[in-house]
């Protein structure tokens, strides 16, 4: 049982220490490439997932205001630029005991039923989320399910739904590794209490019901037993067909217990390893095969270069990727899997934003909305890049210089994509070999005109690309 591994664990951490500020944890365990593919049907899906890309809202930091009244005003240029999903942190009151910085981790949850007053007031959240669904965009909230904060209103309601050793809360363990965590305003739930699943399934029936929101991004969904996600999965359905997103990515039952989509962390890893050298592009196709046997065959993941604590803790865009940020963003937006845009991104945010002050985003120009329009706005309209079944599998296009090229087509009923990436930094003059992807295309970014034979030859610049659609 949990609460009996944790007991355990507990011994190991009173002989180690804590390790830095980081609110949450990378999901960068190495492939098992030997594990079979797990056969299990898809959970529900709200129909306009098909086609949906992402962008994470950061309240306190997305405007001077910090308030959701500033982020409706925005969602009209969002929606231009072709978001679907607005994801947003957490929104619920701070936990103040062991408060960290000034205003505390928006992860720290003080009640799972009020809203952060810094943010606004229920109806100025019911405003946003209904001003969304009239643009056709959905909103999903940001649910710590593991831990609350230190004076949550549980602490003195429920106290039996903690984990208690020697009858005292404790910060949360890690349950693969049993290592503590360094999450010291957070206390661990025991989800061996059935009343404290209940609790939770009501909390999270709560805003679904009231609010209209459209499901969860689920933080550290791996330190909460996948038969508890089982147990929830219908109960929020029965309101809605929700979308529900794992910030997890080494659980592939967790898809069939409930997730629609989870972390593409190993992609991520892979990317920031080829942008600073340390790989070279056939390292894309070696985890892809890796995914396709631990995960089912209508999974995606959430693919990334940038989210709040790749920002925050690990290092800008810039810093992470260097040159090559424009052809790795244009790979997660092409490649099997559902886009993310960090807030600011579009802005070539170049800092990172403090995560326990305010710390807010200067918006300049938008300069780079039209490159993300490109990219989403394809995602729309050409179904080859639909998610799961609902999209093309990526086919690999071979080429005599397959160390630093990278190439593919997807390809649904009549609508193909193909691109080509020169993931190097030196200029490469290359041929594409082959078949399958030849025809008439246009270019999404300069929409000049190209013709695609077997052994056509290309030239791409350090970090250059092409996107090319029929």
Known sequence: MIRTYLLTALTACLLLTGCGEKQSTDQTTAVNETADTTAVPAPPAPEWAKNATIYEINTRQFSAEGTFKAVEKQLPRLKEMGVDILWLMPIYPISQTNKKGTLGSPYAVADYKAINPDYGTAADLKALVNRAHALGMHVILDWVANHTGRDHVWTREHPDWYTLVNGRMIAPIDPKTGKPTDWTDVIDLNYDNPALRTGMIDAMQYWVR???????????????????????????????TVFMLSEWEDEPEQFKACFNMNYGWSMHTVMKAIAKGA???????????????????????????????????????NESFGPAADAMIVLSSTLEGMPLVYNGM????????????????????????????????????????WNGLAGGKAQ???????????????????????????????????????????????????????ELRPYSSMTLQPWGYRVLTN
């Open 396 to 450: 690999k296009i071979t080429t005599d210089h397959d160390a630093a090229i990278y190439a593919f087509h997807r390809q649904r009923d009549n609508d193909r994509v193909t691109v080509v990436l020169n993931l190097s930094d030196k200029p490469q003059t290359f041929r594409l070999l082959g078949e399958g992807y030849e025809g008439m295309y246009t270019d999404v970014f300069d929409h000049q005109s190209l």
């Open 346 to 385: 579009e802005s070539k945010l170049d800092k990172r934003l403090a995560f326990f002050e305010k710390d807010s985003i200067s918006w300049g120009t938008y300069e780079k909305a039209p490159f993300f329009k490109a990219l989403l706005t394809l995602k729309h309209r050409n179904r080859a890049l």
């Open 210 to 240: 009231e609010f209209d929101v459209d499901g969860y991004r689920c933080d550290v969904a791996g330190f909460v037993p996948v038969d508890f996600w089982a147990q929830l999965r219908p109960k929020l359905d029965s309101i809605k």
């Open 279 to 317: 790989r070279k592009a056939p390292s894309i196709d070696s985890l892809r095969e890796a995914n396709q046997k631990r995960f089912p065959a209508w999974y995606y993941q959430m693919l990334f270069t940038q989210n709040h604590d790749e920002n925050s803790w690990n290092g800008t865009l």
